[in-house]
């Protein structure tokens, strides 16, 4: 059981600790616990409670009237939401409750909800990448644990995977060609899942060799399908890759490709590049970046 502190909850919820703590006292919201040493803190329950009242009371029901609520009544009224109100701070909060209570079902009826709304691409621009953002705050704060965050993250690959295979293969012989993949020890590959999504679905070729891929496997595949791009991605601080000497290697190894990489460090990088190497913001600049080819 995790505890948090009412700055803790004020980030969370994005409800200021001095209003948390008049729901607290007037309409007996939150049940604060208190440590050995007498420190208050909230748990899981807590948490849970005030992300569904904070998403009720923003969606204008009046925080006198939640507090008669029981349970039941809670979910009722945030399942209506997700149907009848498909704003993104609305959604993004539906899907971290659904991450904490492992709700598949609730999970699976927020994205098609948002993708009849928005179609798939602009969902994961909109609603799964600030979900993403939140989950980094989660992480800081001890909310979410391994096996939730590889919950949801199973879940969207799934989603990514399926949107992926519909896509029609352009068989035009003159397509550039990517070969798209993570180096050894890297193991998130969603943000590569959605760009292999975003150039298929803008008629190139991707050869996708998912995760973990060790350097020298990469020389054998682009002679069997030669490449136009490499695409790369880093992300774990944990797989002991120095950036820099990778992209170094990558670019000797493929002079005569754009090597195109992402990563979350950048800021502790050397911004000395190879020549032939291009570093992708965001998935905005990627599809900017396809477009122009």
């Not at 204008?60 to 349970?71: D, H, L, P, Q, Y």
């Not at 090597?259 to 502790?268: A, G, L």
Request: charged share 25%; net charge neutral.
């Amino acid at each position: 059981m995790a505890h948090y502190s009412i700055k803790d909850l004020e980030k969370l919820t994005g409800i200021k600790a001095h209003t948390l703590r008049i729901w607290e006292k007037r309409y007996n919201l939150l049940e604060p616990k208190r440590t050995t040493t007498n420190i208050r803190f909230y748990d899981d329950e807590d948490l849970k409670r005030i992300l569904n009242v904070a998403l009720l009371n923003r969606n204008g029901i009046k925080i006198s009237r939640i507090a008669e609520f029981n349970e039941g009544e809670i979910s009722d009224r945030i399942s209506d939401l997700a149907k009848h109100h498909p704003e993104t701070e609305n959604q993004v909060d539906n899907l971290v409750m659904s991450m904490i209570e492992l709700d598949e079902k609730r999970f699976g009826k927020v994205l098609s909800s948002s993708t009849h709304q928005r179609g798939f691409e602009d969902t994961v621009l909109h609603l799964i990448y600030p979900f993403f953002e939140k989950i980094g705050l989660l992480w800081q704060t001890g909310v979410v644990n391994p096996a939730q965050e590889h919950f949801v993250s199973n879940l969207i690959r799934q989603k990514l995977i399926a949107a992926i295979d519909k896509l029609v293969e352009n068989d035009r012989p003159d397509s550039h060609r990517f070969i798209m993949f993570l180096p050894e020890g890297e193991l998130h590959e969603i943000t590569l899942l959605f760009y292999y999504y975003i150039a298929k679905k803008r008629g190139l070729k991707v050869v996708y060799l998912g995760q973990s891929v060790p350097f020298k496997d990469l020389a054998s595949v682009a002679q069997i399908k030669p490449c136009d791009y490499i695409l790369t991605a880093f992300s774990s601080t944990f797989s002991g890759i120095d950036i820099n000497e990778y992209l170094n290697q990558l670019s000797a190894s493929f002079p005569n490709q754009r090597v195109f990489f992402s990563t979350f460090d950048y800021e502790n990088m050397s911004r000395r590049f190879p020549e032939n190497t291009t570093r992708i913001k965001n998935a905005f600049h990627f599809t900017e970046i396809i477009e122009n080819l």
